[in-house]
T-cell receptor, first 117, second 114 residues
Framework: GAGVSQTPSNKVTEKGKYVELRCDPI?????LYWYRQSLGQGPEFLIY????????DSGLPNDRFFAVRPEGSVSTLKIQRTERGDSAVYLC???????????????FGPGTRLTVL | DQQVKQNSPSLSVQEGRISILNCDYT??????FLWYKKYPAEGPTFLIS?????DKNEDGRFTVFLNKSAKHLSLHIVPSQPGDSAVYFC?????????????FGEGTQLTVNP
């Protein structure tokens, strides 16, 4: 009965390096979301997957950010040429299916705290 | 632009009293509103929600009120308990938005003193 899991829990990297953050959604959840939470702010939407495809990537801040979900389950958020401003907690959430009302609850993982030195 | 705002970064109340957390929004397309609770080092957990067709939803000690004309919602917790101490996020969703992605406020740190 596992919830959403994210690895690593903490990641420290140097400016300019490449990082990958992993999300394991709840089994059977077809919708997967990535959010980013900066210090003192609420989570901000990055990208949403329905199945294997990125249905909405309008929240990605620039082309250094990319995410994949090749088999419709695990997702990886990839950040190239990291910058100090990328430091934040990256949250992943999953839900049973998208968009239908009543609203399908998004279940969040504990997040990955990324620190770029 | 900040479409969902929580103007109080923190709130401190006495155990047993009522906690009232406030949230304002600007996007009239939002039709579903949620409150999430977050403890340190954990992800946000869903608390209570309300559809825009209602003005009140109650679940145990938690009640959410929605004033559409004022674009304002509030979360009432009564009686407050020390275990309620956490950061509370207001979030909103629009049916037309792909995937019902959530737009969050900045959060309010609630401290309930024994």
């Amino acid at each position: 009965g596992a919830g959403v899991s994210q690895t690593p829990s903490n990641k420290v990297t140097e400016k300019g390096k490449y990082v990958e953050l992993r999300c394991d959604p709840i089994s059977g959840h077809t919708a997967l979301y990535w959010y980013r939470q900066s210090l003192g702010q609420g989570p901000e939407f990055l990208i949403y997957f329905q199945g294997t495809g990125a249905a909405d990537d309008s929240g990605l801040p620039n082309d250094r950010f990319f995410a994949v979900r090749p088999e419709g389950s695990v997702s990886t958020l990839k950040i190239q040429r990291t910058e100090r401003g990328d430091s934040a907690v990256y949250l992943c959430a999953s839900s049973l299916r998208q968009g239908a009302h009543p609203y399908n609850e998004q279940f969040f993982g504990p997040g990955t705290r990324l620190t770029v030195l | 632009d900040q479409q969902v705002k929580q103007n109080s970064p923190s709130l401190s109340v006495q155990e047993g009293r009522i906690s009232i957390l406030n949230c304002d929004y600007t996007n009239s397309m939002f039709d579903y509103f949620l409150w999430y609770k977050k403890y340190p080092a954990e992800g946000p957990t869903f608390l209570i929600s309300i559809s825009s067709i209602k003005d009140k939803n109650e679940d145990g000690r938690f009640t959410v009120f929605l004033n559409k004309s004022a674009k304002h919602l509030s979360l009432h917790i009564v009686p407050s308990q020390p275990g309620d101490s956490a950061v509370y996020f207001c979030a909103a969703s629009a049916k037309e938005t792909s995937g019902s992605r959530l737009t969050f406020g900045e959060g309010t740190q609630l401290t309930v003193n024994p």
